[in-house]
Nanobody
């Protein structure tokens, strides 16, 4: 059974950084694309960043230049480095692993940016 567990969320001030981690168990992450999504209160879940099995990445326009997605297949982990955080980045962040029609989601981790 494939499971994803996110960690690294928290409360930070604007301009600070956080690194989210997503560990996959029950399979090997290297065969899945990895993605980070977020959902703010009252809003739809949106893609933040995605990394393919080959390491290609894409980002939402709102986070380009501030966030970096990466993967360490030896650790079965995908990361999201978030720098220069803004209040509008506040949301629950979810990790997703996908391969064709197979999609798996983590339970989410709260990121709050507030002064």
């Amino acid at each position: 059974q494939v499971q994803l567990v996110e960690s690294g969320g928290g409360l930070v001030q604007p301009g600070e950084s956080l690194r989210l981690s997503c560990v996959l168990s029950g399979s090997i992450f290297s065969i899945y694309a990895g993605g980070w999504y977020r959902q703010a209160p009252g809003k739809q879940r949106e893609l933040v960043a995605r990394i393919t099995t080959g390491g290609s990445t894409n980002y939402a326009d709102s986070v380009k230049g501030r966030f970096t997605i990466s993967r360490d297949n030896a650790k079965n982990t995908v990361y999201l480095q978030m720098d220069s955080l803004k209040v509008e980045d506040t949301a629950v962040y979810y990790c997703k692993a996908d391969r064709g029609f197979r999609n798996y989601w983590g339970q989410g981790t709260q990121v709050t940016v507030s002064s």
